[in-house]
């Protein structure tokens, strides 16, 4: 049955339901706010803009985790802490070097996060163990730009290179990727995408986080399932997507009738809407003014160009302005990095939120169990298989 007749008769019979759980509130949360109508997004109270601009992303996953800005002195045990953590085991590296190199890097990470696990030094602490759940969010964020290098690096038939105990996650992350540092404007721009990355509410792959760790499962567990979830296009997966619908539209003469098509096709345009935001998603306005001021320092107007035309014309034609998703995938096109790795990068940015719920889940645990409307048949005999 198609989606939208499914939905039209499902809400006629029965009124409470909400196709997608639009609209639905899954839990409550001291972590971040999304006000829609303001378009605003705080993480512990403040404004996520502010962040981008004065923090860093490890000052950002501190405040996560912890509910509060750390002091300097806080800040430096909490940076040295990370430096020790980004190291991969030797045999969780020898596992990404076994497994097939045509697979996406979102799948090589759950592969390494699966495997991490077992050598966390807290793996036989309760699920509830708050101190221990801290300790263990702090390992998984460390090590998730490792992974992703690192796995990257293995596909391109090259070794693995360590972190650099001088470098925050964003400058350490393009490090690894190519062994040289990076200037200063590219890590901002990656440091800042990580901050505007790093934490989204009640999201598809966080409250799946939600869900798996509400088992009384680990924290682990809920990464996995976060970094399956956000795989797909539909989520995290975009801002790939995205990429290669900028590319296929090559020139910013192509994109109007490229989105035209598009939309008279019912296509859906990547990088594009928000079930949360229906004024715009400020994390995309942040973004593009970045890209913008990458796009002039490398003298590559085109990618800017031709996200303006689209985006007036969806906010024209439809009032569906651009996620998070859009900006990031020609910022980081423009910065040189892989395709591929985006929606990894999204993964880099994410832990901490994930972990974030994952703790909060935990302090104050029920199972996350929701209810269903049975549409199928009833009183069906069993025919034995000879009869069938
Ligand atoms: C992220 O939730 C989060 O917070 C996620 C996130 C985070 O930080 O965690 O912000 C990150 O996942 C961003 C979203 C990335 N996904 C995409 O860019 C994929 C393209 N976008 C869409 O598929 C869509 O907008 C969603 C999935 C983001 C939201 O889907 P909804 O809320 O279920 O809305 P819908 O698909 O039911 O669309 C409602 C209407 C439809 O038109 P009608 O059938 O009512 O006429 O809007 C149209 C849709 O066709 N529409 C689009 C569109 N998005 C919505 N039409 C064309 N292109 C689009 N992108």
Redesign the pocket.
Same mark, same amino acid.
């Given at each position: 049955m198609a989606r939208?007749n499914q939905e039209s008769m499902s809400s006629a019979t029965h009124p409470d339901y909400r196709p997608?759980l639009?609209g639905v509130i899954g839990g409550i949360t001291k972590i971040a706010e999304i006000n829609s109508a303001s378009a605003t997004l705080t993480y512990r109270g403040i404004n996520v803009h502010e962040l981008a601009e004065k923090s860093t992303y490890e000052e950002t996953a501190y405040l996560l985790i912890n509910g509060r800005l750390p002091t300097a002195h806080e800040f430096e045990h909490y940076k040295r802490t990370l430096a020790h953590e980004r190291p991969i085991p030797e045999s969780v590296s020898n596992i990404l070097k076994l497994i097939p190199r045509n697979i996406h890097p979102m799948d090589a990470l759950k592969v390494a996060y699966s495997a991490l696990a077992a050598y966390d030094p807290d793996y036989a602490a309760a699920p509830t163990d708050h101190a221990a759940n801290v300790r263990k969010a702090e390992r998984i964020i460390a090590k998730a730009a490792t992974i992703v290098a690192a796995h990257w690096r293995i596909c391109e038939g090259k070794e693995p290179i360590s972190p650099d105990p001088e470098l925050d996650t964003a400058a350490n992350f393009l490090y690894m990727l190519s062994g040289e540092r990076a200037d200063e404007e590219t890590v901002k721009v990656m440091d800042a995408s990580l901050i505007l990355?790093a934490e989204?509410?009640f999201? #598809?792959?966080?409250f799946a986080n939600r869900v798996t760790v509400a088992t009384l499962s680990d924290l682990y567990s809920g990464i996995v399932t976060g970094i399956g979830t956000l795989k797909g296009? +539909?989520?995290?997966g #975009?801002n790939e997507e #995205?990429m290669r619908m900028l590319l296929e539209i090559g020139t910013p003469e192509n994109a109007e009738p490229w989105l035209r098509s598009a +939309?008279a096709g019912?296509?859906?345009?990547?990088?594009?809407?928000?079930?949360?935001y229906k004024n715009g998603?400020s994390r995309a306005a942040y973004l593009t003014k970045m890209a913008k001021k990458v796009a002039e320092k490398k003298g590559v107007p085109k990618w800017v160009e031709i996200g303006d035309i689209m985006t007036k014309i969806m906010v024209e034609e439809?009032n569906?302005h651009p996620?998070?998703?859009f900006p990031a995938a020609y910022a980081y096109y423009m910065l040189g990095i892989p395709i591929d790795l985006y929606t990894p990068i999204f993964v880099i940015a994410r832990v901490a939120g994930w972990s974030a719920h994952a703790i909060e889940q935990l302090d104050n645990n029920r199972l996350i169990r929701p209810t269903c409307i049975y549409d199928g048949r009833s009183g069906v005999p069993y025919v034995p298989m000879a009869d069938r």
């Open positions: 939208g997608g639009e990355y989204h509410t999201n #598809a792959s966080t296009p +539909l989520h995290g #975009a #995205a +939309l019912k296509k859906k345009v990547m990088g594009f809407g928000h079930r949360e998603d439809k569906i996620n998070v998703d």
